[in-house]
T-cell receptor
Framework: QQPVQSPQAVILREGEDAVINCSSS?????VHWYRQKHGEAPVFLMI?????EQKGHEKISASFNEKKQQSSLYLTASQLSYSGTYFC?????????????FGQGTELSVKP | ETGVTQTPRHLVMGMTNKKSLKCEQH?????MYWYKQSAKKPLELMFV???????ENNSVPSRFSPECPNSSHLFLHLHTLQPEDSALYLC????????????FGEGSRLTVL
C-alpha cells in the first residue's frame, strides 16, 4: 500500500518553514526521505526507525509517530537549494533493504 | 568513476526494437535495483538483485528482462515495449539486509514511439 504524502506541492519564500507529511495504512519499520532535483538522481536525506526517534541535520529534521504510522519532514529557514521533490519511502518489515514503497512526492519551490 | 552510473541517459525506441539499459555501481554494494519513475506517479520498484536473493516483481511485464552478471553491473533488457512504458528508469544500489540508504543513478529517460 502506497504511503500518502501531503501537501502535493508547496511554495515558500527564502527563510520560511515547511512541513511535509507521509502517512501509511500499514505498520512500518522504517521511513526513508529523499530529495530529487529536476534532472538529477534522488538523494538520501535520512531514515527514521520505529520507536518515534527524531533525526535531523542542519535545518532539516524528521520525526516518526509509530502509533499513527506517520512521518513528518521539517524544513526550517528554507534556502533556495531546498527546492525539489521530496519522497518518503516506507518499509513494513526489518531488513527490507531497498525494497521501499514510495509516496507520490511533494514538490517544494523556494523563491527568493 | 564514483557512485552509480547509468547509460544511456536518453533513449528513444520504436515498439519493435530491442535495447538495453546499463547500470554500474562503484560503491562495493551487494544489492542493485531497478525503479521506474513515471510522470505524476510514485517511484515503483521493478526488480531487486543481491548475492543472496533475486526478487522479481511479478507485476512487471515480461517485455522487461533484468540481468545481473555480478554485484557491480545490472542491465534491463527491453523488447516490444509500449508507449506507456516511456518513463525515467532509475538504478540504485545498497547494502542488502541493512536498513540503509539507497544510492541512485541519474536515470535513463526512455521514450517509446
Amino acid at each position: 500500500q502506497q504511503p500518502v504524502q501531503s501537501p502535493q506541492a508547496v511554495i515558500l519564500r527564502e527563510g520560511e518553514d515547511a512541513v511535509i507529511n507521509c502517512s501509511s495504512s500499514k505498520a512500518l519499520y522504517s521511513v526513508h526521505w529523499y530529495r530529487q532535483k529536476h534532472g538529477e538522481a534522488p538523494v538520501f536525506l535520512m531514515i527514521l526507525l520505529k520507536g518515534g526517534e527524531q533525526k535531523g541535520h542542519e535545518k532539516i529534521s524528521a520525526s516518526f509517530n509509530e502509533k499513527k504510522q506517520q512521518s513528518s519532514l521539517y524544513l526550517t529557514a528554507s534556502q533556495l537549494s531546498y527546492s525539489g521533490t521530496y519522497f518518503c519511502g516506507t518499509a513494513p518489515l526489518y531488513n527490507q533493504g531497498g525494497k521501499l514503497i514510495f509516496g507520490q512526492g511533494t514538490e517544494l519551490s523556494v523563491k527568493p | 568513476e564514483t557512485g552509480v552510473t547509468q547509460t544511456p541517459r536518453h533513449l528513444v525506441m520504436g515498439m519493435t526494437n530491442k535495447k538495453s539499459l546499463k547500470c554500474e555501481q562503484h560503491l562495493g554494494h551487494n544489492a542493485m535495483y531497478w525503479y521506474k519513475q513515471s510522470a505524476k506517479k510514485p517511484l515503483e520498484l521493478m526488480f531487486v538483485y543481491s548475492l543472496e536473493e533475486r526478487v522479481e516483481n511479478n507485476s512487471v511485464p515480461s517485455r522487461f528482462s533484468p540481468e545481473c552478471p555480478n554485484s557491480s553491473h545490472l542491465f534491463l533488457h527491453l523488447h516490444t515495449l509500449q508507449p506507456e512504458d516511456s518513463a525515467l528508469y532509475l538504478c540504485a544500489s545498497s547494502q542488502y539486509r541493512v536498513t540503509g540508504e539507497l544510492f541512485f543513478g541519474e536515470g535513463s529517460r526512455l521514450t517509446v514511439l
